[in-house]
Every structure is written in structure tokens, then in C-alpha cells.
């Protein structure tokens, strides 16, 4: 089955216990926390404290999607403030700190994930797979929901899914931006295992039949 995890970068702030708890009841399968840090994106979003309060409510596990510059510098913190999957970016530092950085996550207990923007090419994933239990393709430039979908990364999910399976490793690939019902059926064909959702979900009249038709995308 296809799993879910809503973007809670969409949800109401004001009432984001409400709508953490409310992913449970509607299927979801984990809660996607985007942290941005003004400096590898041009936004801002939430931090190790709102971490550790999610983790405190959540009813589900808690893929946490580090958007940040030289991210070797928080990767305990934010295992410690309760990740269950923790991505960090490929861009985001040179390879042999992405590598440090992947192993004191894995060290950890954690599910260690790394991700490609747009631009970087599926082949960047090598020298990290052996390590991963995740790998995160973006459709969208990272730092805002709300974007169109871009679907000429297929081709990259279909070349990372190829790399997995020649490989003989069991990371999950997910998705991430413009997901919908739609973009999510092309996600899925081309080999995706998880979809992100964060205007999608949030803006369903009906969040659990949304979560229901992206998990039979493929049974
Ligand atoms: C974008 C974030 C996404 C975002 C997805 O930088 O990584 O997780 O919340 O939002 P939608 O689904 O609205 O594109
Ligand atoms: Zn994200």
C-alpha cells in the first residue's frame, strides 16, 4: 500500500494539536514536519521545540524534513526531540558531512533519509543509499506549499526506484510537492512508495476518503 504523510506545513497553527491528532482517525501514515531555516530556503518554519511538542501528541511516526544549511550541526537534536524518519538535503553540505550526518542519525535509532531538489540529478543519491531507510524527491523547489507539481521528475523516482532494486535495499521513496489524487497516481507509476500532502490534505473536504484514495494507488 502507498503510505501517506500529510504536511503539517499546511495545517492550522493555531490548532495544530487538533489537526496532529485528527491524522490518526484519517489513515495517515506518518506526520511530515518541515523545518526551514531562512538560509538553505527562503522561508522560515518551525523548530526543535515544536519537535518535541508534536512528538509529545502524535499519534503517528514523525518524518521530519530538514531543509537547513550544514544540517551535521542538529542532526542529534532533532533525533533526540523525537524523529522517526529524519531527511536532510544532499545540497545542503558537502558529502562527507552528509555521510556523518546520515550514520549519528542511524547511530541514533532513527530512520535515516537524504533528498534531491529539483536540479540534482538522480545519480547524487549513490555514495548515501547504503545508509538510507528513505529517499526524499522533491516535485516542488523546497521551502513553500502550495507549488505546482512538477512532473518531469519522474524520470529521476523511476532512476532512484532502479538504483534500490539493483541494489537489493529496502528504503521507501517519497514524494514531495503538488501532491494530489492526480499527481500522486503519476508518482506512484513511476515507483514512488510515500506521498507527502500538505495543501492537498489539509484543503480535502474529506481528509480521510483523500488518505484513502492515495493508498489504493497501489494495493
Ligand atoms: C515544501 C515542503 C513540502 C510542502 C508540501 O518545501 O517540503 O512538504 O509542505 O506542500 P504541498 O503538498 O502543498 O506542495
Ligand atoms: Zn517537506
Redesign the pocket.
Known amino acids: 500500500m502507498v503510505k501517506v504523510s500529510p ?1 503539517i ?2 495545517a492550522d497553527f493555531v490548532n495544530l494539536e487538533r489537526d496532529i491528532r485528527a491524522l490518526g482517525p484519517a489513515g495517515a501514515d506518518y506526520v ?1 514536519v ?1 523545518v ?1 531555516d531562512g538560509q538553505f ?1 527562503p ?1 522560515i518554519s518551525i523548530g526543535i521545540p515544536v519537535v518535541e511538542a508534536i512528538h509529545r501528541i502524535s499519534p503517528l511516526p514523525l518524518d521530519v ?1 530538514l ?1 537547513i544549511d550544514r544540517p551535521l550541526r542538529y542532526v542529534e537534536r532533532f533525533c533526540k526531540a523525537g524523529a522517526d524518519i529524519l531527511t536532510i538535503h544532499i545540497e545542503a553540505d558537502t558529502q562527507e558531512n552528509n555521510l556523518e550526518a546520515l550514520r549519528r542519525i542511524r547511530d541514533l535509532g532513527v530512520r535515516a533519509a537524504i533528498s534531491v531538489k529539483p536540479a540534482t540529478p538522480a545519480e547524487a543519491v549513490l555514495p548515501y543509499l547504503e545508509l538510507c531507510s528513505l529517499v526524499l524527491v ?1 516535485t ?8 505546482s ?1 512538477m512532473a518531469d521528475m519522474m524520470p529521476k523516482i523511476t532512476e532512484i526506484r532502479r538504483y534500490v532494486t539493483e541494489k537489493g535495499l529496502s528504503c521507501e521513496i517519497e514524494v ?4 494530489n489524487e492526480a499527481t500522486g497516481r503519476t508518482c506512484v507509476e513511476a515507483g514512488a512508495d510515500v506521498l ?6 489539509f484543503k480535502a473536504p474529506d481528509p480521510a476518503a483523500f488518505v484513502a484514495a492515495l493508498h489504493a494507488l497501489r494495493k
Open positions: 504536511s506545513l499546511s511530515h518541515d526551514m530556503v522561508n524534513h531543509m522533491m516542488v523547489e523546497p521551502g513553500f506549499g502550495g507549488q507539481f514531495d510537492g503538488g501532491v507527502v500532502a500538505g495543501s492537498a490534505y
